[in-house]
């Protein structure tokens, strides 16, 4: 398995554009995480779904972050619109159970000037 | 989610064991600890995990005390590979959340 795949590694946008991060998760894993990452405030959760299911965003930090996992095997983060203070890594993980550790993707490495 | 303590930053010698604490006082019973490891740039990588035994695979062994209030993780032959921060992190796994909640976790230094 080539693990969890996010794309695309690195994207540099303009503030007030839309945004669409990509995830593969492993196959057969029914639980998937998006994480965002910066210095100030480190590894935070934004949401998560089992089997396709949206099940906790509360931390979503606002209404221009929207998450869909339309199958098993595709999940996407949008920011729309973006702005500077959304640059930060984000990071999508995959999980086989509630007992397994996540596996993480390698982040995209997001730029909003 | 209960939550745990760590020293912000450790020293090894390469080639020696790396012993990691992590207290988790306020652990209830159905809660698992989990370790992971981040190495600079790259995705945060599962470690282990245990509920009360001691566990061990081909990275690391954790040791969870008897009371449960507290774990150590150990790098039998710290590498310089090895220098990354660490995250000792608790959840239960059968009921409620299923949050994984990283706080800042202790930064690793393997010194040849």
């Known amino acids: 398995d080539a693990g969890v795949i996010q794309s695309p590694r690195h994207e540099v946008t303009e503030m007030g554009q839309e945004v669409t991060l990509r995830c593969k998760p492993i196959s057969g894993h029914d639980y998937l995480f998006w994480y965002r990452q910066t210095m100030m405030r480190g590894l935070e959760l934004l949401i998560y779904f089992n089997n396709n299911v949206p099940i906790d965003d509360s931390g979503m930090p606002e209404d221009r972050f929207s998450a869909k996992m339309p199958n098993a095997s595709f999940s996407t983060l949008k920011i729309q619109p973006s702005e500077p203070r959304d640059s930060a890594v984000y990071f999508c993980?995959?999980?086989?159970?509630?007992?397994?550790?996540?596996?993480f993707g390698s982040g995209t490495r997001l730029t909003v000037v | 989610d209960a939550k745990t303590t760590q020293p912000t930053s450790m020293d090894c010698a390469e080639g020696r064991a790396a012993n990691l604490p992590c207290n988790h006082s306020t652990i209830s019973g159905n809660e698992y600890v989990y370790w992971y490891r981040q190495i600079h740039s790259q995705g945060p990588q599962y470690i282990i995990h245990g509920l009360k035994n001691n566990e061990t695979n081909e990275m690391a062994s954790l040791i969870i005390t008897e009371d449960r209030k507290s774990s150590t993780l150990i790098l039998p032959h710290a590498t310089l590979r090895d220098t990354a921060v660490y995250y000792c992190?608790?959840?239960?796994?059968?009921?409620?959340?299923?949050?994984?909640?990283f706080g800042a976790g202790t930064r690793l230094f393997v010194k040849a």
């Open positions: 992190i608790v959840r239960p796994i059968n009921t409620g959340g299923f949050k994984t909640i």
């Open positions: 993980a995959s999980s086989f159970t509630r007992v397994f550790g996540y596996t």
